[in-house]
């Protein structure tokens, strides 16, 4: 019998709610990962909820204000600083937060529950949550997904503002930490600081050619 995978094994299932994942700052040289896991109702459809990559800033502030604060949306959010990432790798360190912040929304709710990673098509099983189906474009196929990448987006932008604010110069109120071209002439000018991702390259030899005592990765 053919094994019902992806969206099939969504549209099949008559679990009473759907717990979703996504992250926000994998590919960033600064700042944390940030990894957002939603419970809601399996019936669960709001008009306004969708990729987060697709909305407005002002979009996406209105629907994380609505969504945060209401019932029976739950969720819970996995933290991974820039300097776990350098001790973990951003790999292992992004399996463990997926994991973390799943596990925690799954003990949110009472009954049988859809279990949806945006991604990894082939790799939940690395993850080790049972049974979690991983979906690419799940942010924009799957509500409880949708939104948890909008309250991680949020929840990330508002604190790499406040890092803007306490590392001026590198802009990170407007790139969030990319190695966009004016990211990449701050790091050049100024050297990176202490919120940047010290194993990845062009950090690690912007420290090294500077004989930075940064460069100390524990």
């Not at 679990?15 to 040289?29: L, M, R």
Request: glycine share 8%.
């Amino acid at each position: 019998m053919r094994r019902i995978t992806g969206i099939s094994a969504i549209d099949h299932s008559t679990a009473e709610w759907v717990v979703g994942s996504d992250e926000v700052g994998y590919g960033a040289w600064a700042g944390p990962l940030v990894v957002c896991a939603v419970a809601v109702p399996r019936a669960f459809n709001e008009p306004g909820i969708g990729d987060s990559k697709k909305l407005s800033e002002s979009q996406r502030e209105r629907v994380f204000d609505r969504f945060t604060r209401s019932t029976p949306v739950r969720h819970h959010l996995v933290w991974v600083s820039n300097s776990d990432i350098d001790r973990e790798g951003v790999w292992p360190a992004l399996l463990r937060a997926h994991r973390e912040a799943l596990v925690a929304a799954l003990a949110m709710v009472d009954g049988t529950a859809l279990k949806v990673v945006d991604g990894f098509p082939n790799g939940t099983k690395d993850i080790g949550v049972q049974d979690a189906i991983g979906l690419p474009k799940a942010d924009q196929l799957v509500p409880a997904v949708s939104l948890a990448s909008i309250i991680a987006k949020v929840t990330r932008d508002r604190y790499m503002q406040t890092q803007a604010a306490l590392y001026p110069g590198y802009g990170f109120g407007a790139h969030k930490g990319y190695g966009v071209p004016e990211h990449q002439r701050a790091i050049r000018e100024k050297g990176p600081c202490e919120i940047h991702r010290k194993s990845y390259a062009p950090i690690r030899d912007a420290l090294l050619q500077e004989d930075d005592p940064l460069f100390t990765i524990s």
